[in-house]
């Protein structure tokens, strides 16, 4: 037994383990971003289909074996298809290097809290008054197929511009509003809805964009309903409802101060993620 770990072991030299512990990382990462999502289940189905189609082999079953091998070859195709969102997310999250600056880095720290002072008062006003809202915070990911679908305005970030984009009257306030860096850039922009069907019939056209635009981006996205006055946040494909002022504040602040929690943390937000199965009372 000694001798067979020895042979094992004094075949493996550094350039073995730092290519084992890579495949590990890739896949690891791999599993973070598939995790929680509909290619989750597929995955499995894969792998039942693997499972079974090496079970047909060892037991001589060789007609399933046949159907299933020919399954599996045709599958290799297929699965380009059916997992294309998450191929994208993959290859955004690879190309965002933290070695790079990233939108909000750009801001001057006192420019920061000043905007961020100017959105929480135009969002306390939006909420109080009942006025519907949708604003896309650009971050690494660029935003600029969406924001050739509204129109540029490029204007300093204010309470007032905010409520004259949004006022129900105004000609761009049932679009989304496209914020990047210190600028109000884009307004009237339409964005893609999510196509997760486990979430609530009773959520509206705005929450289901804002939701849509963070699966095919690292956006921020903050919603306000017309209907309730409840102020929302998507981030990542998820969305979290009911945030008081001072959660807003803070996730606003964390941004463009560049102090946020990495990618995949949502730890900043106090208020539990509210996955939207089935509940009501949204709004639109």
Known sequence: MNRFFENVFS?????????????????????????????????????????????????NLHTINWLLKGTVALG??????????????????????????????????????????QIVRAIENFSANRVGALMVFERETSLMDIIETGTVIDAEISDQILGNIFYEGAPLHDGALVIRRDRAYAAGCVLPLTHDKSISKDLGTRHRAGIGITENSDALVLIVSEETGAISMAREGKLTRFLDMKTVEKTLLNMYLN?????????????????????KNAGK
Do not use: C, W
């Not at 990462?29 to 989750?40: D, F």
């Not at 059916?82 to 990233?102: C, D, I, N, T, W």
């Not at 929690?261 to 509940?279: C, E, Y």
């Open 259 to 279: 102090s946020e929690p990495k990618k995949g943390s949502m730890a900043f937000i106090p208020n539990t993620i509210d996955k939207i199965r089935g509940k």
């Open 11 to 59: 075949g493996i030299g550094i350039t073995d383990i730092v290519d084992i512990l890579i495949v590990a990382f890739v896949i690891y990462k791999l599993l973070g971003l598939i995790k929680q999502t509909r290619a989750e289940q597929l995955l499995k189905g894969v792998l039942v289909l693997v499972v079974a189609t090496f079970a047909s082999d060892v037991l």
């Open 76 to 117: 290799a195709i297929s699965l380009l298809i059916v997992f294309q969102p998450e191929l994208r997310r993959a290859l955004e999250y690879m190309g965002r290097s933290q070695l790079m600056k990233g939108s909000f880095s750009q801001v001057d720290k006192e420019k920061g809290k000043h905007i961020t002072a």
